[in-house]
């Protein structure tokens, strides 16, 4: 199963984009890509989840470049309430979880 | 999306005593069901794919013994921690999937005194 990087935590201020990347050097041809949101005490929330190119849902948009190694999770104008745990995960179903990116955002 | 339902969310139990985690999938058919076990400030960890109608299959380091997991119907997955300790407190969480996404439920905080 590809194993998952990603810088520990981030910081940011209201209203600025964020970008997470994380890194799957050996994804393989059938591995799905899903990013996740955790805040404490509660389970995983799924964002959203792509296998090439550009995916974009109502909260954020994925860029998979085309060799697949790494994912960029765009978080667009975030707010107080984005701060939280942001995880990736890689696989057909992706049971796996790295470190995960603890994202703070600060007024 | 599919909506996945833990309960309890929080329990607390006397040591040598056994606990039950129910993990329900409300809108949607489960065959397989994940548990995942997460420690303060840690990432979650899977403990065991839980199979319906057969026995479930165990992450390395695991004891199938102590963590028991039934899955006798599409809906419903249980796990047992049997005769709880201490060190076995922690955020229970179980999972999913639907359509190739896992779902997640709110997690049960276990408490071990």
């Known amino acids: 199963l590809a194993k998952t990087t990603q810088p520990i935590s981030m910081d940011s201020y209201e209203g600025q984009e964020v970008n997470i990347t994380c890194s799957h050097n050996n994804i393989a041809t059938n591995d799905y890509i899903t990013w996740y949101q955790q805040f404490p005490s509660q389970g995983p929330r799924f964002i959203i989840q792509g296998y090439k190119t550009k995916v974009t849902n109502e909260v954020a948009s994925l860029f998979i470049p085309a060799d697949r190694k790494s994912s960029t999770l765009s978080l667009p104008r975030v707010s107080l309430s984005d701060t939280a745990v942001y995880y990736c995960l890689v696989g057909e179903l992706g049971f796996y979880f790295g470190s995960g990116t603890k994202l703070n955002v600060k007024p | ?113």
């Open chain 2, 1 to 113: 999306g599919a909506v996945v339902s833990q309960h309890p969310s929080w329990v607390i139990c006397k040591s040598g005593t056994s606990v039950k985690i129910e993990c329900r999938s409300l809108d949607f058919q489960a065959t397989t069901m994940f548990w995942y076990r997460q420690f303060p400030k840690q990432s979650l960890m899977l403990m065991a794919t839980s199979n319906e109608g057969s026995k479930a299959t165990y992450e390395q380091g695991v004891e199938k013994d102590k963590f028991l997991i039934n899955h006798a119907s599409l809906t419903l997955s249980t796990l047992t921690v049997t005769s709880a300790h201490p060190e076995d407190s922690s955020f229970y969480i179980c999972s999913a999937t639907s359509e190739y996404i896992q779902y997640f439920g709110a997690g049960t905080r276990l408490s071990v005194l």
